[in-house]
Every structure is written in structure tokens, then in C-alpha cells.
């Protein structure tokens, strides 16, 4: 979005109004639980910190704003109260949550949420018209399939306006739009190579942030120079975060070609569980930052539940670097720079990575066998016509 001076000003209006009615909500329920008191309701918090706190002197401002925006930051917080409470008793799945806390008018990313009763709406010239804030100027990523339900427009730390809108789909026409295929396919992630493929394709890491490092440090080195609370360190600081947010923009568009290329070719996909939280505590932090396996499997993750593909993670723990994928001999683990060895049961010469990603594939169950049958899970019986050795060794066979 690019909004022009007078509907930034209103944009940052509206941000600070209900950036204002979340910590007013946050602190009466605060206040409750002090007071061992019930929770406020939030139909009771919407008549006092909204309906009637426009009518004061102090919140009168609170009008000037679209009133959705306000109800929204109220469900905002009774949303975050629901996370918090539902990962206490451990019905939520991730990591634990916290209470909801005040948020800041310093932080840098900022957001309000426009239902269909704000009656917003697209002009024909393209324009999204938002209540109390006019028609502003947008650069479409691509055409809207269905109208929306809400949009969301959010403010980042460096400065950009972007406009998100949720709509419904249908599950059905998702699945249509792939093409149909059979191929199966592990892939075993890395920092040298991004990701190498089970059929021995080898995809390179792209490696933005250190190849933005030069640029980050000095205009790091700018914003420490400058004084606390000038305009300039704002400028400074701008800048920094442009520099930030188009490494991340890089990797997110690299992220998203790769695993939607992947989920076009292939039916199933097999990964590694990788503990990315215990790495980035190694010496190899910034490069596994940088990688960002977490992302690209998340999206993996999403794309195949909605296209009707098939996602399998593997555990942490199988040893798909130290296995031999030809026989199945388990040859102990390897130091890092190990990038090629020869296993000491068949004589078989593996690279490193690509017999790591057959492991994935085999592991996960989408391996097939001489027969074309899947390797795992559980045992098959062999076809009528290859019963019997006929006259072959059976060795290679069983493994």
C-alpha cells in the first residue's frame, strides 16, 4: 500500500487508537485477576472502554476512528487470553504462551483489522477504501479469487504499509490445480547445500544474509553514530530495517518457489524433524538462521495439506547420515567434513548428503522396492510372478 500524507496520518490514528483499547483491556482483566474478581466479559469491556469512554475528555479521540478497528483489539486480547489459558492446560499445541502484555507506541510493527461490517471496499480504479482513511494507492500481488471476509493492514519496522486479506477457499479446486504425479522424493536439508534431493538433485544455498553483510554493518555502524531520539537516527534506523526486510523478503520468495516446485512434482515428500532451536544454540547460529529450515518445511507443511499432497517428517534421531542406502549397514557417525565415504560392508561409494535424503525417502515409507512396492511400513507379500529367486542371489535382494 502506498498511502499518501494525510492517510498515514490517519492510519497512525487509527494504530495508536487501538493499540490504546488492547492495553485498557489487558489492564482491566489485570486489575480483575489482582482483585480476585471474574474476568470482565467482552460485550462489558466494549460498552466501558469503548461506548463510554468516547463520551469523556480523556478518549474522546476514540471516535475519530473507525469503530470495527477498536471491536477487533478487544478480540484481539480475549484471543490471546484464550492461547495463554489453553497452553497452561496443554491443550495447545507449540511452545507455551504467556499472558497477553501492554503493547508499546515504540513498536515497530503496527496493525488494525477491517471486518466486512466497516464496509470497506475495492474501487475501480484498484484502490482499497478504508473507513476514516480514504482510498489508497495499491500494488496488487494478484487478483482477489473471492471477495474477503476482513483486511489487515500492517505497518513493518521499515516503514511499508501492507494490506492482507483473508477469503475462503475451495479445498476441491485447490487440489485440481496441481497436476497429477506419483513420484515420491526425500530431501535432506543443509547449510552447504540448501537442500539435496533423493533422486540427487542438489539445490544451493542462496546464503542472503551473508551476502548482505557488508551493507547491514555499515549501516549498522550509521545508526549507532547517531543521537538518541533525533530524526536522523530514525533515518538510520529505516535504513537498517529496508536492509533487514529485503534479505527476508529474499528468502521468503526463495522459500516459497522451492516448496511450491516441490509439491507440483511430487505426490509424497519425506523430511527430517530437525531440532532447528538446539542448532542456532552451535557455532553454527547465523548460517542456520540464515537458512531458515523451520520456514521452508512449514510451508512445505501447508502447501501439502491444501493440494492434497503428502508430507512425512522423519524423527530427529534416525541415522540417515551414518546408514548405508545400498545395504542398510549402519557405519557409525561421521564428522561434518566427511562429505564422501565408502561403506565398509558393500564397498559402495556414497556422497554424504544424497545418501542421507535416500535414508529420508526409505525411512518415511515412499521408497519403493525392485518390485514396486513401498520398502515400509510393514511387510508386503511379493507379486505372484517374482516369487522365488530364480536362480539369483537373494542377498542384494532382501536388503
Known sequence: MYPDTGQQRALARAFGCARVVFNDAVRAREDARKAQRPFPKIGELSTRLITEAKRTVERSWLGEVSAVVLQQSLRDVETAYRNFFASLKGTRKGPRTGPPRFKSRKDKRQSIRFTANARWSVTEKGRLNLPKIGAVKVKWS????????????????????????????DPAADATRMPDTDRTIGIDLGLTHFAVLSDGTKIDSPRFLRRAEKKLKKAQRELSRKQKGSRNREKARRKVARAHAKVTDARHEFHHQLSTRLISENQGIAVEDLSVAGLARTRLAKSVHDAGWASFVNMLEYKAERYGRTL?????????????????????????????????????????????????KT????????????????????????????GLLTQARAA
Open 142 to 169: 494478484r487478483t482477489l479469487p473471492t471477495t474477503p471476509s476482513s483486511v489487515t493492514v500492517v505497518k513493518d519496522a521499515a516503514g511499508r504499509f501492507f494490506a492482507s486479506f483473508v477469503i475462503d477457499t
Open 312 to 360: 512425512v517428517k522423519i524423527g530427529r534421531f534416525e541415522p540417515t547420515s551414518q546408514t548405508c542406502s545400498t545395504c542398510g549397514v549402519k557405519d557409525g557417525p561421521k564428522p561434518l567434513n566427511v562429505r564422501e565415504w565408502t561403506c565398509a560392508a558393500c564397498g559402495s561409494v556414497h556422497d554424504r548428503d544424497h545418501n542421507a535424503a535416500i535414508n529420508v
Open 363 to 390: 525411512a518415511a515409507g515412499l521408497a519403493v522396492s525392485a518390485c514396486g512396492a513401498p520398502v515400509r511400513p510393514g511387510a508386503i507379500p511379493a507379486q505372484r510372478e517374482e516369487t522365488g529367486s530364480h
